[in-house]
């Protein structure tokens, strides 16, 4: 049995409404599905709402998540347009304990994309207000240039997703907010980085000295881009999207050298109908459940084989985002840290089944897929929120039915929705030492 950290996903979406409908885990189920895989901190992401300030906006989303989560929870805000009162509004931001914003490189048409010089902008006042800035980078003009000659070419089914945001469009995109990032003196993290170009622009970005950061996720590390010429195409439809062998061979290579410092899993969980609604590459909805599955498989894939130490495991998916984003008592097992912590266990080779596992998108793109290790109890601030497949709110009406076992003594050593709370992040004022 290990005692490990509790994991922080530093990238999910739990009810996120995209495209005229909502992702099948809202925050009850999602935060489920986190505590049965060890998770016990998520950040989420809050859409800039017209009309209002990014505070305003972070706020509102706030509101919406208040009392569903039986985990710990924070916030990344997007923003997809530059007020004129910015510097402002990420000071609000700041105070309001939320510790980044998110930018888009595309998405142009839906309106979230920013232009060079407002990313340019976000990064410098970012910086001054003591923000991290983190960026979707795909080149929009690479993408609308593959998706121009797969149309042409009539080849736009689900398979073609690979093909239509080829790797050239997010290495060209990384490459170029490093410069931006340079220029405007501020720190940039890469959410999901998939392949081996972004990777190493990364490592001689780092190399230099910039602070430039970045996660990647399993689906990157242990997928690959063969799984589109199948008939099950839509269940591998993420963006970016799945790619070639050596772009895993590569990411790995980094996250254990360093230059990829987190995991995420950029959890977005769409039942198998609302996959099907979409005919083309471009209408299917785009992301899989991921939350309940990370750490299993990075012990799986990453300890087990000896890619990673156990360390690094550690600093991967707790230390490095708690660091990152702020989250001061999150990260560690240690006096003063909250006491969010995971009981894992080696076990037996056994394959993953989708219908098995928490979410309500009822199927794992890693189906089949054997893991070495299970998550057996699950602590968020010393309360069980998952044992052996029970959840916390099952474990309650235990207690309350007065059918005790052994280490729950009452109500106070298990909780479910609700005990989750806000994490506020602590800020480090004005530009400085990035971490
Ligand atoms: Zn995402």
Not at 309 to 323: K, W
């Amino acid at each position: 049995m290990l005692l490990f950290p509790g994991v922080i996903d530093p990238h999910v979406h739990f009810g996120l409404r995209s495209r005229g409908t909502v992702t099948a885990d809202d925050f009850v189920i999602g935060s489920l599905c986190a505590a049965e895989g060890g998770v016990t901190t998520v950040i989420d992401y809050a859409d800039h709402l017209p009309g209002a300030s990014l505070g305003e906006s972070a706020q509102a989303r706030m509101g919406e998540i208040q009392g569903q989560s039986c985990v710990d929870w924070t916030l990344h805000q997007n923003a997809v347009r530059v007020d004129q009162d910015l510097v402002r509004q990420l000071e609000q931001l700041g105070q309001l304990g939320v510790s980044s914003v998110k930018c888009f490189t595309t998405y142009k048409e839906a309106g979230y994309m920013l232009a060079e010089e407002g990313l340019a902008q976000v990064v410098a006042e970012a910086a001054q207000a003591g923000l991290l800035v983190t960026v979707h980078a795909e080149d929009d003009q690479v993408l609308a240039r593959a998706r121009a000659a797969a149309e042409a070419a009539g080849d736009v089914g689900p398979g073609a997703h690979g093909r239509c945001r080829p790797s050239e469009a997010e290495v060209a995109a990384v490459e170029r907010v490093i410069e931006i990032a340079a220029r405007a003196e501020g720190p940039v993290y890469f959410v999901h980085v998939s392949t081996a170009g972004a990777a190493q622009a990364i490592e001689r970005a780092r190399g230099r000295g910039q602070a430039v950061f970045a996660e990647t996720c399993p689906h990157y590390l242990l997928l690959d881009e063969s799984a589109y010429a199948g008939a099950e195409a839509r269940r591998f439809i993420m963006s970016p999207p799945l790619r070639g062998r050596e772009h895993g061979r590569a990411l790995w290579r980094a996250l254990a050298a360093g230059a990829i410092d987190c995991i995420s899993t950029d959890h977005c969980a769409y039942t198998l109908e609302q996959k099907e609604l979409g005919q083309t590459c471009f209408e299917v909805l785009p992301g899989i459940p991921g939350v309940h599955t990370s750490l299993m498989l990075m012990g799986s894939y990453g300890v087990a084989p000896r890619r990673l130490s156990l360390a690094r495991l550690a600093q991967v998916m707790c230390e490095a985002p708690a660091r990152l984003f702020g989250l001061g008592r999150k990260g560690r097992i240690a006096p003063g840290f909250d006491a969010d912590m995971v009981l894992m266990e080696p076990c037996m080779p056994r394959p993953l089944v989708g219908a098995e596992l928490g979410s309500a998108a009822g199927y794992t793109p890693f189906e089949g897929i054997d893991v070495c290790c299970r998550v057996r109890r699950t602590y968020v601030r010393g309360r069980l929120v998952a044992a052996d497949g029970r959840s916390g709110q099952a474990l309650l009406e235990m207690v309350r039915a007065g059918l005790l076992d052994g280490e729950v003594q009452g109500e106070q050593d298990v909780a479910g929705p609700g005990w989750g709370k806000f994490i506020a992040a602590s800020i480090s004022s004005g530009t400085g030492d990035w971490r």
